[in-house]
């Protein structure tokens, strides 16, 4: 089976979650997790519809036609309008290469070139490279820009809308983490040319209101850029998580369920409920997470509190008064367990007051009806 390659939202999905090996490898292998999850018979509802990839492929055409016309009057009104405003004739250079490295090295030529040329340049779907934990990740942006002063800057076309100028915080956010990983794969580029800088902000071109007219917004993803470069730095390579693995080890879906809960069980994973918004494995995670009674599934908050109260017995225990007196956390779990028990023994007590009938208010009665 052809591995499948890293891409944006898989690395974004990665930084959001650093911890969980188990991702961290089969990622980085280039296993198909929605036919792993299948197999093993949790498959995720992950992942657009028809209906709504076609609608986006759409207008993304829309808004890249006329040689990327209406996309660069938006760069230049959002981000940089004290620049010469772009021509007619823009730059559209061509990317057309044979496979992701050639793509990739096309790309880096073209950026060079539009770097020097001092004009306005559209990149439509370049090719980026970022070394991820060891292993090579090839990124394609919508689309990134060039300004006439040397900046370069990342565009996300999407398909939701923005709605009295303002979109869904939920999806800006993920568009925001996905476009911080296109950056970062831009910085290593600019590295290499003199004169080149990558904005911190990117432009997010989602449909006006309920039209199919495009608008835009900057989005400053300084803090995501930095939150993402840390966690993916903190990633481990596959081959060390390799090395802990037994030998032999597949995750080959032709296998039975059985043998493959076994081979994903032996790779450390690290369960969140927002695991399910971002991983097609989420559901197999949870069920076992919750058949080992691990806080995990309550939440990375909860599990952050509870300290070394790894599973909900141990909490539980701890409330209770059978944990360590010495460990602060079962001590603050022991007396909440205690507040709230005098609490709810307070409230019980004054419930038959409470429960005493009210006085009804007097309502006069109508007058009879004269006929």
């Not at 096309?106 to 770097?115: C, Q, Y």
């Amino acid at each position: 089976m052809q591995p499948r390659p890293l891409d944006a939202r898989a690395l974004a999905a990665l930084a959001a979650n650093p911890g969980c090996g188990r991702r961290a490898l089969l990622d980085g292998a280039g296993v198909d997790k929605h036919a792993l999850a299948t197999a093993l018979g949790s498959p995720a509802a992950f992942g657009q519809s028809q209906f709504a990839i076609v609608r986006g492929n759409s207008f993304e055409a829309k808004v890249k036609g006329d040689g990327g016309a209406e996309l660069l009057r938006l760069v230049h009104g959002h981000l940089d309008p004290g620049a010469e405003p772009p021509g007619a004739g823009a730059r559209v250079p061509d990317l057309t290469a044979a496979g992701p490295e050639g793509r990739a090295a096309r790309t880096a030529l073209a950026l060079r070139e539009a770097t020097a040329a001092k004009d306005w340049t559209l990149l439509d779907h370049p090719m980026l490279a970022l070394e991820v934990a060891g292993s090579p990740a090839y990124l394609e942006p919508d689309a990134v820009v060039v300004h006439p002063d040397g900046r370069w800057t990342v565009v996300e076309i999407k398909s939701f809308p923005m709605i009295d100028a303002a979109a869904d915080a939920a999806k800006v956010g993920a568009a925001a983490r996905q476009a911080a990983v296109y950056v970062l794969a831009l910085e290593r580029t600019a590295q290499k040319l003199a004169g080149a800088e990558v904005g911190h902000s990117v432009l997010l071109v989602c449909p006006k209101d309920f039209s199919n007219l495009p608008t835009a917004a900057a989005v400053d993803i300084r803090r995501e850029r930095s939150v993402t470069r840390r966690q993916l730095d903190r990633l481990t390579r596959v081959e060390e998580l390799a090395a802990t693995l037994p030998e032999g080890l597949t995750f080959d879906p032709e296998r039975t369920p059985e043998e493959l809960a076994e081979a994903v069980a032996a790779v450390d994973a690290a369960y969140a409920p927002e695991c399910l918004a971002a991983c097609e494995l989420a559901f197999h995670c949870r069920e076992r997470a919750r058949s080992a009674g691990e806080v995990t599934a309550l939440g990375r908050s909860v599990r952050g509190e509870l300290g070394a109260l790894t599973t909900v017995e141990a909490a539980l225990a701890a409330a209770s008064g059978a944990g360590c007196a010495e460990d602060p956390t079962a001590a603050a779990l022991h007396r909440a367990a205690r507040l709230r028990a005098e609490a709810l023994g307070s409230a019980r007590d004054a419930a038959p007051a409470a429960d005493l009938p009210r006085p009804r208010p007097h309502v006069p009665e109508s007058p009879a009806c004269p006929c």
